[in-house]
Nanobody, 126 residues
Framework: QVQLVESGGGLVQAGGSLRLSCGAS????????MGWFRQAPGKEREFVAA????????YKADSVNGRFTISRDDAKSTVYLQMNSLKPEDTAVYYC???????????????????WGQGTQVTVSS
């Protein structure tokens, strides 16, 4: 059974940093493309970043480019989202997602992912 569990969320002041982790079990993570999405109250789920299997390719939304970094450690079955220079508009529930990858793809829409975590709240105060 595939399970994704996010951690690392919390309350931080604007300009601060957080590192989210997504621990995976029941999978061989190296075969998966992984992504991070976020959803603020009243808004649709939004793509944040994706990383291909084995980390060969990454892609980030324009809104976080230059501030967020996605990485993975397949030996630890964990994907990370390092978030720097946080802004109040980054406040949301952050979700990690995974799918078996047929190539070094970086999927960017929710419907492309099969597995989801339960989410972790990130709140950035001004």
């Amino acid at each position: 059974q595939v399970q994704l569990v996010e951690s690392g969320g919390g309350l931080v002041q604007a300009g601060g940093s957080l590192r989210l982790s997504c621990g995976a079990s029941g999978v061989t993570l190296s075969s998966y493309s992984m992504g991070w999405f976020r959803q603020a109250p009243g808004k649709e789920r939004e793509f944040v970043a994706a990383i291909s299997r084995r980390g060969g390719n990454t892609y980030k939304a324009d809104s976080v480019n230059g501030r967020f970094t996605i990485s993975r450690d397949d030996a630890k079955s964990t994907v990370y989202l390092q978030m720097n220079s946080l802004k109040p508009e980054d406040t949301a529930v952050y979700y990690c997602a995974g799918k078996v990858a047929n190539s070094f793809e970086t999927p960017r829409t929710p419907t492309q992912y099969k597995y989801w975590g339960q989410g972790t709240q990130v709140t950035v105060s001004s």
